[in-house]
């Protein structure tokens, strides 16, 4: 089959910090986030990316939730074959234990490998130390978990060379661009050519912009060749002053996508793009 016109749609539904207070929206409840993720598959989505909150509100890294939102989405929508992505940066006072428990607990398809330390302006820092790295991408190879390598700068590019490199990561590699973020390379056009000069033969890669940028950068994006991603999680308007649903950014992204001549890649679809295996039943 044919996919190079396939283009994998990423639905990012929450993350870590936006509170409600300042889009109603944005899901926070494992009952929340389940439906929203039906949601978003209907309109079209290849694969939601999963942060999970706390009854405050702010980012956790808290097992059960993540536990009981997929249990929630399986159960109540068998029918739904969307393609699991979990995040394991969801809370930057978790430990690195914290930041992992949840993988071989709940064990999904895709788990996110951020490759890199920096200054999240003006006055966060985003860890993530050679230590804890080397212990995820060794936790994410045994339990047969796909990293998804998050690059916020261009020197995480060798990051990812060098523990592939020691045999920690394995090829192919998935690569998403994160642009846009205060301390990280900017959401521009000449961003993603340099990003996409590095990559690896044979890897795959999309991108996103933080904020106002992100339709710049799936623009950018499709016509580079990438995937995209959408979601509350980095960007709560539609336009201008008009807060969005992650239905109706999944919808206008599906409706991009269609218009630059591509088509969205199913759940499956996305599998095969990604070098995921297969769903039991499905060939691969």
């Known amino acids: ?27 926070m409840t494992p009952e929340e986030i389940a439906e929203d993720a039906y949601r978003v598959w209907q309109a079209g989505a290849s694969v939601v990316h999963f942060h999970m909150r706390d009854d405050e509100g702010l980012g956790t890294m808290d097992k059960e939730r993540f536990k009981k939102t997929i249990e929630l989405l ?24 914290e930041r992992l428990a949840h993988l071989p607990y709940v064990t999904p398809e895709i788990g996110t490998f951020d490759a890199g330390s920096f200054n999240w ?39 990812v060379d060098y523990f592939a490199a020691k045999g920690v990561l394995k090829a192919p590699f998935h690569y998403q661009f994160v642009l846009g973020v205060p301390g990280g390379m900017p959401a521009t056009t000449e961003s993603l050519v340099y990003l996409k000069s590095l990559l690896p033969a044979e890897s795959t890669w999309g991108a996103f912009g ?11 994006t499709l016509a580079l060749g990438g995937h995209i991603r959408v979601g509350l999680e980095d ?13 109706q950014l999944v919808e206008r992204a599906v409706r991009v996508i269609r218009d630059y001549g591509k088509e ?15 769903r039991a039943g499905q060939q691969a």
Do not use: W
């Open 264 to 278: 969205v890649a199913t759940p499956d679809e996305a599998r095969q793009i990604l070098s995921l295996p297969a």
């Open 74 to 97: 399986r159960g109540n929508h068998p029918d739904c074959d969307v393609v699991i992505n979990f995040t394991t940066a969801g809370d930057s006072r978790a430990t690195d234990d």
């Open 121 to 159: 302006m003006p006055d966060g820092v985003f860890i993530n130390s050679p230590a804890f790295l080397e212990r995820l991408g060794r936790t994410l190879t045994d339990l047969g978990i796909k990293p998804e390598y998050e690059i916020f700068d261009s020197g995480m590019m060798g990051i």
């Open 210 to 220: 933080v904020g106002r940028d992100n339709q710049k950068v799936i623009y950018a």
């Open 1 to 27: 089959m044919d996919l190079s016109n396939k283009v994998v749609l990423t639905a990012a539904l929450t993350g870590a910090v936006t509170p409600k207070s300042i889009n109603s929206a944005i899901p």
């Open 235 to 247: 960007n709560v308007y539609l336009t201008r002053g008009v807060k969005a649903t992650n239905v």
